[in-house]
């Protein structure tokens, strides 16, 4: 699964999946998505997708054993590009997710999977959350330990998970990869996640909530069947933006006989 927005059309990007049901209205822009310069792998005029909390997308799962279906000992990974208007302390918005759709026949709580933003204290951590056990409430959440800012600016997450391992997730934010916690339930070896026929919704979730629901920008969605690579995450995301973290000098500030070192 990989989405750029370029246009409605999507099937060329989706292999199995069906177009999207438009819930709400989301609004596919022709730019405003990340674009040249600041972001030198994008072109000057980059679209991209609205939300507003209110709207979202529904794809419907082809059936069983799906491409967006994942067992024990399988990887997953999810990455996208986002550009957050607001979301508050604690807060989880859905970036992409499947199941937990509260669509009527559905179980309400069927969580096979979702990348999320989570609000921190003004910083943005990404975080992954799955389901294992239908008969409890085996929800599984890890938290990235880097989040970005809440600028209004692009910026880049992703993570990557074998379901059934041992090992924790992997989160890259802006190209920096960064380490996390389980923060609900742990990694299970024993039970494998859910794996059912819910919809694969992009910005929102548990109904639209609003507090799950995605306000600000999204581009460049997708889904792998298996791990990403440092490498490949530093290729993908490359910025030029000054960023708040180095401080600027005026010219008027700059000593004249001098090199300044950050």
């Known amino acids: 699964f990989f989405w750029i927005f370029s246009r409605p059309d999507v ?75 607001s979301i508050g302390d604690d807060q ?3 970036v992409i997710g499947k199941g937990r759709t509260r669509n009527e026949g559905v179980p309400p709580e069927q969580q096979n999977y979702a990348l999320r933003i989570r609000g921190a204290g003004g910083l943005a951590p990404p975080s992954f959350l799955f389901r294992s056990n239908p008969e409890k409430a085996d929800f599984h959440r890890w938290t990235s330990d880097l989040g970005f800012e809440t600028d209004g600016q692009w910026h880049h997450v992703a993570i990557s998970f074998e379901f059934g391992s041992d090992q924790p997730p992997t989160a890259w934010v802006d190209g920096q990869r960064s380490g996390g916690s389980w923060d609900m339930g742990q990694s299970t070896v024993s039970e494998p996640p859910i794996a059912d026929n819910a919809q694969l919704w992009i910005g929102s979730s548990m109904g639209g909530h609003s507090g799950s629901s995605f306000r600000g920008r999204v581009d460049e969605i997708a889904i792998f069947r298996r791990q990403l690579t440092d490498r490949e995450i530093q290729e993908r995301f490359q910025c030029t933006r000054p960023t708040t973290s180095l401080a600027e000098l005026r010219n008027a500030e700059l000593p004249g006989d001098e090199v300044v070192f950050d």
């Not at 209110?54 to 054993?65: N, T």
């Open 11 to 85: 099937q060329p990007f989706l292999g199995e999946l069906s177009p999207p049901a438009v819930m709400g209205q989301p609004e596919f822009l022709e730019s405003g998505g990340p674009e040249f310069p600041d972001y030198p792998l994008f072109p000057s005029a980059n679209p991209s997708l609205q939300l507003d909390g209110k709207s979202w997308l529904a794809f419907d799962d082809p059936g069983d054993q799906s491409p967006l279906d994942f067992a024990t000992g399988e990887a997953i990974a999810l990455e996208a590009w986002v550009l957050l208007e």
């Open 92 to 94: 989880q918005m859905y």
